[in-house]
């Protein structure tokens, strides 16, 4: 079964805490995404890989970090300095034929609350 | 930066009938894509029209692309109560792997 996965589903930090949201795919995809999704929003890009051990700032990307370690894994973590981490995070990846703009895939999501 | 603006927000119709979603951006693109999320779930792509092209089908949905006019629209015939979701399109900038996505119009089909 071919596909993107997402975990946890829910994740409850603390205040000060920084907590780390986890991302497979085995699609053989190069490119690996990380979205914010706020109610009644649409998606905001907070990181990108193009390739393993490389990484974009996205649109929201302060109090956010990103590793790219292996083509199949692309965590996020949320730092304590992002103030206000409530949100739906979905993570996405593409680009086997490396044109520009090809579909993406997208996992689950993680619901991140703050406790 | 928002790229794709969905309008309407938000439409409600009844089972049967077809829906019509319209999506406009602002710079140039290589192509448009429109994807569909049901509530609290992931992004499910449904179709991809490049800039060279003017109408795409897939099924019970039918896009049309004006470049000239930067917009898109997105129908689909004969809806069903399971086509309730939001549905959002996404234009690339050009050069690189990035999608930027619209806000998105709320969809309910009333059985």
């Known amino acids: 079964d071919g596909g993107i996965t997402q975990s946890p589903k829910y994740l409850f930090r603390k205040e000060g805490q920084n907590v780390t949201l986890s991302c497979e795919q085995n699609l053989n995809h190069d490119a690996m995404y990380w979205y914010r999704q706020d109610p009644g929003q649409g998606l905001r890009l907070i990181y990108y890989?193009?390739?393993?051990?490389?990484?974009q700032k996205g649109d929201i990307a302060e109090g956010y970090s990103v590793s790219r370690e292996k083509k199949e894994s692309f965590p996020l973590t949320v730092t304590s300095a992002q103030k206000n981490p409530t949100a739906f995070y979905l993570c996405?990846?593409?680009?086997?034929?490396?044109?520009?703009?090809?579909?993406?895939?997208f996992g689950p999501g993680t619901r991140l609350l703050v406790l | 930066s928002q790229q794709g603006e969905e309008d309407p927000q938000a439409l409600s119709i009844q089972e049967g009938e077809n829906a019509t979603m319209n999506c406009s951006y602002k710079t140039s693109i290589n192509n448009l894509q429109w994807y569909r999320q049901n509530s609290g779930r992931g992004l499910v792509h449904l179709i991809l029209i490049r800039s060279n092209e003017r109408e795409k089908h897939s099924g019970r949905l039918r896009v049309t692309l004006d470049t000239s006019k930067k917009s898109s629209s997105l129908l689909i015939t004969a809806s069903r109560a399971a086509d309730t979701a939001s549905y959002f399109c996404a234009t690339d900038e050009g050069s690189n792997y990035k999608l930027t996505f619209g806000k998105g119009t709320l969809l309910t089909v009333n059985p």
């Open positions: 890989s193009q390739i393993v051990n490389d990484f």
């Open positions: 996405a990846s593409s680009g086997t034929s490396g044109i520009p703009g090809e579909t993406q895939y």
